[in-house]
């Protein structure tokens, strides 16, 4: 698995139109199971890159690269994943990431259903799990990220965060089951994303453009 201070290096932008170059381009011809995730990350430039911004593409993209990152199990459980693919993710990138996430999830979810279990693979993975509650998921996470921030140079103080101030921050997020991002934006401004500067070019210009 992916741990989560590997992020920056697995999300170094990838082009749709390298990975197009050595990926297949006989309709019907077979893949290895090395070459998924450039088969699926080439499919959905291909798919979505016209239908979104350049943010919105960007960061549904680096999503979906991290997701499969992890080894493509059969059945393929999305919920699991998703769930692993933002412990991953975490604090390193700002709040405004998983706003996109959210706004974007119904035509990345239909990307996933729709092209996993037709990979052109021996043994092609099934999706289970698709029906998601989202927004619980990413406030949750929200609210783990706002604390590890906070804390991040006090462990102490960090570990000894209680499960009902969790779900208290959580709650504070979402009104009327979606995430109101005019609170996400309030408490965050007390716990303000810096960019790190070992970040790639196309990273930091990714990252300023998403807190803008």
């Known amino acids: 698995m992916v741990k989560q201070g590997q992020f920056s290096r697995v999300v170094q932008s990838k082009s749709g139109r390298r990975i197009h170059r050595r990926v297949l381009s006989t309709p019907g011809q077979q893949i290895t199971a090395e070459q998924v995730t450039d088969f699926l990350m080439m499919r959905y430039y291909l798919t979505c890159h016209r239908k979104l911004d350049d943010v919105s593409f960007d960061t549904t993209n680096r ?4 997701m499969l990152a992890n080894k493509l199990e059969n059945p393929w459980s999305l919920e699991t994943i998703v769930k692993d693919t933002m412990q991953i993710i975490g604090n390193q990138v700002p709040w ?18 729709k092209e996993v279990p037709h990979l052109p693979i021996a043994d092609a993975p099934i999706v289970i799990d698709t029906a998601i509650d989202l927004v619980t998921m990413i406030g949750q996470q929200l609210a783990v990220n706002w604390y590890a921030t906070l804390y991040a140079t006090q462990s102490e103080r960090l570990a000894a965060v ?13 009104s009327d089951t979606q995430i109101n991002w005019d609170k996400v934006a309030t408490i965050y401004s007390t716990t303000p994303f810096l960019i790190p500067e070992s970040v790639d070019e196309g990273t930091k210009k990714w990252l300023l453009m998403l807190i803008q």
């Open 162 to 174: 209680t499960m009902d101030q969790m779900i208290e921050l959580t709650g504070a997020m979402i």
């Open 96 to 113: 405004q990431f998983y706003r996109e996430i959210v706004m974007h999830w119904p035509q990345l979810q239909q990307f996933i259903v």
């Open 63 to 66: 999503f979906l690269q991290v």
